[in-house]
C-alpha cells in the first residue's frame, strides 16, 4: 500500500505514482491492503485502485518460493493483470508472482528493484538476535537469490542506486536501467545555525535499524550530548535501555510534520547502517531538511553522497565527530554544496525515463 508515504519503499512508490500522473501517465494501481483500508488519496492520481488481501499464513513458510512472494500470489491479481494490455511495472521483485505463469511473456514488464534482494534478507538475518526470526531471514535469502532468475522474462529492470545498478548489470546487462530514488523534496530546507541535538529516526520494527540504536546508546553513553532517537514504532526492549540514560530520549513521531521539525532542529544526524544495500530515505531525509549528517560506509557508499556528509565507522571516531559538529555552524555553504550534489536525485528526469520505456 504505496499511501501513507512514511517509509523507504512506500515513499519511492507513491512520488513515482504522483510524478507519473503528473506527466500525463494514467495509472491502474493493484496493491495489497494491510488493515488500513481503502485510501481515497490514491484515486488523485490512479485512474483505478484494485485491493487485494495477503495470504500471510504460516504454513506458505515452507513454500520453495519466498515467503514474501508466495503470501502475494493472487489468482484475482493475475486476472485482473489479463483484462487489459497495459504495460506493467512491478513495484519489487516480492510483486512478481504473475510473471511465474507465461500469460505475460507478450507484456512489457518491467520490475523496480527496491534492494538486492537475497543479500538484504542476509543483512536481516545478521542482526537479528531472535533465533526464529534468523532463521526465516536466512531461508528468504536463499529463496530469493534463487528466485531472482525470474527477472530474465521481464523487459527492464530499474535499479534504485549505484551499488544495486552495478550488480543487476552483470547479471541482466541492458536490461538494468539506473533511476534513482523518488522523493517529496525539490529544495533544500535546512536550517542555518546550530542545533543542540543529535537525532536517529527510522522504522523501528526492522532489526538493522534496532542495532544501529543500541549501537549509538554505547557511542552516546560515553558523552555528555543529548541523542533523540525517534520512530513512529515503540520498541519495549529499546525503550527500557534508552531510560538508563538521562542524556537520550525517544520521540513516538505521528506524522511527517513531526519528523520534519524535529530535522530541522537537530545539530547533527547519527545514521550508521550494518546493510549496504538500497539508498536509504533516512538519508534524503536529513540532507533536504537537516543540518550535519555523521554516516558509515555502509550507509554512504556508492551513493554519491560522500561528499556532503562526515564519515565514521568506530564507535570512537562516531564520538570524535560528534564532539567536533556539535560546536559548528550549519552555513549556506554547505547548503550550497547539497544543492549541487542532490541534482542528480531530480525525480522528473527517472519519471521520463519509464515513460520513454513504457512507450
Partial sequence: MPFPPNYGGVIDVFYKIKKLKELGVKIYLH?????????????????????????????????????????????????????????????????????????????????????????YYQGLSNSETNIVKKLFFKSESLKLKKYQELLNKVNYILTISPLEHTYFLSKFHSKAIYT??????????????KGSFALYHGDLR????????????????????????????????????????SNISFYHILNFKELKTLLQSAQINVLPTFQNTGIKLKLLNALYLSRFCIVNNKMIMNTGLESICTIANSKTEFIEKINTLSNLEFTNKQINERKKILQKFNTLKSTQIIIDLIN
Avoid: W
Fill in 180 to 193: 534513482p530514488v523518488f522523493h517529496q523534496f525539490t529544495e533544500i530546507e535546512s536550517t542555518i545555525g
Fill in 206 to 245: 526492522v532489526s538493522d535499524n534496532i542495532r544501529a540504536c543500541y549501537f549509538l546508546i554505547k557511542v552516546f553513553s560515553k558523552i555528555n550530548y543529548q541523542l533523540i532517537i525517534a520512530g513512529s514504532f515503540k520498541d519495549i526492549s529499546l525503550l527500557n535501555e534508552i531510560s538508563k540514560y
Fill in 31 to 119: 496493491t495489497f491492503e494491510y488493515g488500513k483500508g481503502e485510501q481515497k488519496e490514491l484515486l488523485n492520481y490512479c485512474e483505478k485502485v484494485y485491493y487485494y488481501k495477503r495470504n500471510t499464513s504460516l504454513k506458505n513458510i515452507f513454500s520453495k518460493l519466498p515467503y514474501i512472494v508466495k503470501t502475494r500470489n493472487n489468482s484475482s491479481l493475475t486476472n485482473n493483470l489479463l483484462a487489459n494490455t497495459f504495460p506493467i511495472l512491478f513495484e519489487g521483485l516480492h510483486t512478481t508472482s504473475p510473471l511465474l505463469t507465461e500469460k505475460f511473456k507478450n507484456r512489457k514488464t518491467i520490475v523496480r528493484t527496491h534492494n538486492i534482494e537475497h543479500n
